[in-house]
């Protein structure tokens, strides 16, 4: 048994992934832009299509609910640049983070993220993990373990998310699927 401490970040990923597939394989079109509240952040296209997620610098008080499609962007945003940095390229900056759209495009992109990161997981011995991190905290003492492990975290916060939004639309019927009528066990 591999139980060296990149296995091991090896394996928390993988597994984290297997629960995101589970959604992404039942992902539909209308789940991606479905506002769960009057406060929301989501996408919308420019004048030439461009799909633009919505924006603060600093975070707003109350925080907006985000869609699937801005969870799903601010993931392809958050790895793309993880990925630079572990690969020591000049990083993409936020806006050059393209969205593909509503629908499976989302999982194909997430997908192609995914082998990326696995490349990266799979050149990195324990030597390499100890290395500075230089992302997503260039000035504090973490190492390239912190920032997978962030990654791992991060996915997994994402995947739970997006799962919960799934859910809720489907229990509340939105888009014509069926609502779930709770069982409360108890005499009508």
């Given at each position: 048994?591999?139980?060296?401490?990149?296995?091991v970040l090896r394996w928390?990923?993988?597994?984290?992934?297997?629960?995101?597939?589970?959604?992404?394989?039942?992902?539909?079109?209308?789940?991606?832009?479905?506002?769960?509240?009057?406060?929301?952040?989501?996408?919308?296209?420019?004048?030439?299509?461009?799909?633009?997620?919505?924006?603060?610098?600093?975070?707003?008080?109350?925080?907006?609910?985000?869609?699937?499609?801005?969870?799903?962007?601010?993931?392809?945003?958050?790895?793309?640049?993880?990925?630079?940095?572990?690969?020591?390229?000049?990083?993409?900056?936020?806006?050059?983070?393209?969205?593909?759209?509503?629908?499976?495009?989302?999982?194909?992109?997430?997908?192609?993220?995914?082998?990326?990161?696995?490349?990266?997981?799979?050149?990195?011995?324990?030597?390499?993990?100890?290395?500075?991190?230089?992302?997503?905290?260039?000035?504090?003492?973490?190492?390239?373990?912190?920032?997978?492990?962030?990654?791992?975290?991060?996915?997994?916060?994402?995947?739970?998310?997006?799962?919960?939004?799934?859910?809720?639309?489907?229990?509340?019927?939105?888009?014509?699927?069926?609502s779930i009528q709770p069982?409360?066990?108890g005499p009508e």
């Amino acid at each position: 048994m591999n139980s060296s401490r990149s296995a091991v970040l090896r394996w928390q990923f993988d597994l984290v992934w297997s629960l995101f597939e589970y959604h992404l394989e039942r992902l539909e079109t209308a789940d991606f832009l479905w506002e769960p509240a009057d406060l929301c952040w989501t996408l919308r296209q420019d004048g030439a299509g461009v799909w633009v997620p919505d924006w603060a610098d600093t975070e707003p008080d109350p925080i907006p609910v985000p869609t699937i499609a801005w969870i799903s962007w601010h993931i392809g945003w958050w790895w793309t640049v993880t990925i630079d940095h572990l690969r020591q390229q000049p990083a993409h900056d936020r806006s050059e983070i393209v969205w593909p759209g509503p629908g499976p495009a989302v999982a194909e992109w997430l997908s192609e993220l995914r082998t990326q990161w696995v490349r990266v997981l799979d050149r990195i011995d324990d030597t390499g993990l100890d290395a500075k991190a230089t992302f997503p905290w260039p000035d504090a003492d973490k190492s390239v373990a912190h920032t997978i492990a962030w990654v791992n975290a991060e996915l997994m916060k994402n995947v739970a998310e997006i799962g919960q939004l799934r859910l809720l639309r489907v229990a509340l019927g939105v888009g014509g699927s069926p609502s779930i009528q709770p069982s409360h066990g108890g005499p009508e």
